[in-house]
């Protein structure tokens, strides 16, 4: 049986607009239509990750960290099923960053864990993560509104992934 957002009792994020994501991802169809190769895409944004914390790169390399969000933002999807990775993903990504802004050093069940006690997830990063959520929940918005085509015409599928134009957009309509 599919992993649906029912089965999740508690959300990695209890931001609105991540709740907003849930809910639209909730509302596309559970499979897609057509088959997408896989992406680049953080291994760690599945339902196996077992580790406790995700790697110390995230933590320690800003390019790996922005390399991630990267991958998130971009990744196509037009069901649930394909969605939840990328909410798991972006979620994952807040609890990190929660983890790291309530380390206290003199804990001694993280004190041995320099990769949490030295995290460069500051709230800049907290803000970066929450802005792919805003990118990845407009372009759901627009696409349920039928505002957008859909990238690459395929009758809703690929709605959350990234579309240069809009990027393109965004740097031209952004001021001085």
Same mark, same amino acid.
């Given at each position: 049986?599919?992993?649906?957002?029912?089965?999740?009792?508690?959300?990695?994020?209890?931001?609105?607009?991540?709740?907003?994501?849930?809910?639209?991802?909730?509302?596309?169809?559970?499979?897609?239509?057509?088959?997408?190769?896989?992406?680049?895409?953080?291994?760690?944004?599945?339902?196996?990750?077992?580790?406790?914390?995700?790697?110390?790169?995230? @933590?320690?390399?800003?390019?790996?960290?922005?390399?991630?969000?990267?991958?998130?933002?971009?990744?196509?999807?037009?069901?649930?099923?394909?969605?939840?990775?990328?909410?798991?993903?972006?979620?994952?990504?807040?609890?990190?960053?929660? @983890?790291?802004?309530?380390?206290?050093?003199?804990?001694?069940?993280?004190?041995?864990?320099?990769?949490?006690?030295?995290?460069?997830?500051?709230?800049?990063?907290?803000?970066?993560?929450?802005?792919?959520?805003?990118?990845?929940?407009?372009?759901?918005?627009?696409?349920?509104?039928?505002?957008?085509?859909?990238?690459?015409?395929?009758?809703?599928?690929?709605?959350?992934?990234?579309?240069?134009?809009?990027?393109?957009?965004?740097?031209?309509?952004?001021?001085?």
């Amino acid at each position: 049986m599919p992993l649906s957002l029912s089965y999740i009792e508690f959300p990695l994020s209890i931001m609105p607009r991540y709740q907003v994501l849930l809910d639209l991802v909730d509302a596309l169809p559970e499979e897609e239509s057509a088959k997408w190769t896989e992406e680049d895409f953080p291994c760690w944004a599945t339902w196996t990750w077992s580790a406790k914390y995700l790697p110390e790169e995230i @933590h320690s390399d800003l390019g790996a960290f922005q390399k991630a969000i990267a991958e998130l933002q971009s990744a196509r999807f037009g069901s649930s099923s394909r969605g939840l990775e990328v909410v798991l993903g972006l979620g994952l990504l807040l609890m990190e960053y929660s @983890h790291a802004q309530e380390v206290e050093e003199d804990d001694p069940v993280v004190s041995n864990l320099h990769f949490l006690v030295n995290s460069k997830l500051s709230v800049q990063r907290g803000d970066d993560v929450m802005d792919v959520v805003g990118v990845v929940v407009s372009r759901l918005e627009q696409c349920s509104t039928g505002t957008k085509e859909p990238q690459g015409g395929n009758g809703g599928e690929g709605l959350g992934g990234s579309d240069e134009g809009d990027e393109e957009k965004e740097e031209e309509e952004a001021p001085p």
